[in-house]
């Protein structure tokens, strides 16, 4: 019995790297995938942050965003194609910061009240808004840019791509919950 419980955690810990791992991955290759629209380009990082912490919870999805941050500071280019420091240091640097905060509102939100859309996708906007609130003081900083027009440009041109990604990402993650248990 006793080896029967140290495999299964051990299986479970194994399943918890795996998937950690593999959102992190994934948050990788989204931050690829952008549409340049001025300093700050529309990805598909925050889909994949919101989809990370939705169906992760908040302690491996806020781990597979922490992780995906180490591994653009080694240098590699996933951030919106760039890497290093240097990037976190960028008028970016914030918003990437925010994932962690929008992962674990998403995450608290899942695990608290399950994967239904409706509350999926307020934590998710409201994930969004604590990236907005760290993301743009920090371009204001860096840019030496007041905070109206910060606001217009890395805020308001983002406000509709936010909202689809996040009505994608909260339908997204309450289909597959019902298909893959994580």
Known sequence: MENEKKTTRSHKALLDLIYTAMFAAIICVCSLIKIPIGQVPVTLQTFAVCVAGAMLGWKRGTLSV???ILIGMTGLPVFSGSGGFGVLAGPT?????????????CGIAADKFGRKILPLAV??????????????????????TDFLASLGICV?????????????????VNRLSKIIKF
């Open 156 to 172: 308001l041109p983002f406000l509709i791509p936010d909202a689809v990604k996040i009505a994608a990402a909260a339908v997204l």
């Open 66 to 68: 922490v992780i995906y």
């Open 93 to 105: 640097g914030g918003y990437i910061i925010g994932f962690i905060f929008t992962a674990l509102c």
């Open 123 to 144: 934590s998710m906007v409201a994930g969004v808004l604590v990236c907005y609130a760290f993301g743009t003081p920090w371009f204001m900083f860096v840019t030496k």
